[in-house]
């Protein structure tokens, strides 16, 4: 399979997994893929619910000037396999402690050009 400069593809694996109860898997891009090619998974991380059954396929975007070839074997993601903590979401009225940050979204805690 070869992936054009710009384009993503979905590429197979090949293998399917059973994880056990209670945890989920994380597709991560490879480091060396993306600082030598500029490709990267393009849902980063993806997640594989613990009840799928199906080959395991990853997205794949190509960053790069030039295609990306895949060949049958080669390394093109990483898994992680983490426990998931189940909550329960309930409305409320009340209004939520209020902490340093408060409502301070993208870039508010330094780095970005925020307050701090």
């Known amino acids: 399979m070869e992936i054009p400069p ?33 490709v990267t998974v393009l849902n980063a991380p993806g997640t594989i619910d613990e009840d799928y059954r199906g080959e395991v396929r990853v997205i794949l975007i190509n960053h790069g000037a030039e295609p990306f070839r895949i060949e049958t074997g080669d390394r093109i993601a990483q898994l992680v396999v983490q426990p998931v903590l189940r909550v329960r979401v309930e409305p409320t009225t009340d209004e939520a402690p209020a902490t340093e940050r408060g409502t301070g979204g993208f870039g508010s805690t330094g780095g970005f050009g925020g307050s701090r």
């Open 6 to 38: 710009g384009g993503h593809a979905l590429v197979g694996t090949g293998i399917a997994i059973h994880l056990p109860p209670g945890t989920e898997g994380q597709v991560r891009p490879r480091s060396g893929l993306a600082a030598r090619h500029a």
